[in-house]
């Protein structure tokens, strides 16, 4: 089973309009970074979060880690085509240090002008 | 800005050939990683690297092999390339953050797509 469901699977949204996306765990995650990644290129890092609670901004892009640290949620704010692509959670699930990151399969966001 | 680059963004190759593929990062970044992305089975661990000479088992790495001489170099290799490897590879570094707790955000390459004919 996949041990980070991100939701929905792909969402088209009008230009303007705001969106939530999620990612949830069953499992206690010790820290959750959110990436973007245009088709047919790399992935860029949009935030890391890792206390419980815990809220970043950058643009018009918001991340929240729940109290339980075992979901986090991603904002736009009045979307733009620019927002378009695929955004992937990571998590840290293991306290130790040096731990690997798992994947989501990622969202697919279509912005329609 | 980190920049960690991928030896080609496309490569074609034959069933049964070697295949090197070439990851450099410039951020003396000690960790080091080796991804392949497919749809529907999102981005997976193949391999990963703490340290000169060190490396680590994902969870695929079945097929793959790879080497780590130096600390800026990671590569992969397919020992005998098939068809099922046919795939995106993205490379990542990360440094280890010491006093942050276990996290630490991995900066990706811009991917190599592999066509194993």
């Known amino acids: 089973s996949q041990e980070l469901e991100q939701s929905p699977q792909s969402l088209i949204v009008q230009e303007g309009k705001n969106l939530t996306i999620n990612c949830t765990s069953s499992?206690?995650?010790?820290?959750l970074y959110w990436y973007k990644q245009k088709y047919g290129e790399g992935l860029i890092f949009l935030m890391m979060?890792?206390?419980?609670?815990e809220e970043k901004s950058h643009e018009k892009i918001t991340a929240k880690l729940d109290e339980k640290k075992q979901q986090s949620s991603l904002h736009i704010t009045a979307s733009q085509p620019s927002h378009a692509g695929i955004y992937l959670c990571?998590?840290?699930?293991?306290?130790?240090?040096?731990?690997?990151?798992?994947f989501g399969k990622g969202i697919t966001l279509s912005v329609r002008p | 800005d980190v920049k960690v680059t991928q030896s080609s963004r496309y490569l074609v190759k034959r069933t049964g050939e070697k295949v090197f593929l070439e990851c450099v990062q410039d951020?003396?970044?000690?960790?080091m990683f080796w991804y392949r992305q497919d749809p529907g089975l999102g981005l997976r661990l193949i391999y990963f690297?703490?340290?000169?000479?060190?490396?680590e088992k994902g969870d695929i790495p079945e097929g793959y092999s790879v080497s780590r001489e130096k600390k800026e170099r990671f590569s992969l290799i397919l020992e005998s390339a098939s068809t099922n490897q046919t795939s995106m590879y993205l490379c990542?570094?990360?440094?280890?953050?010491f006093g942050q707790g276990p996290g630490y955000e991995q900066y990706f390459g811009p991917g190599t797509r592999l066509t194993v004919t």
């Open positions: 990542a570094s990360s440094s280890l953050i």
């Open positions: 499992k206690t995650l010790y820290g």
């Open positions: 979060l890792q206390k419980g609670g």
């Open positions: 990571g998590a840290d699930m293991w306290a130790g240090a040096n731990s690997k990151l798992t």
């Open positions: 951020m003396d970044h000690e960790n």
């Open positions: 690297s703490y340290d000169v000479k060190m490396k």
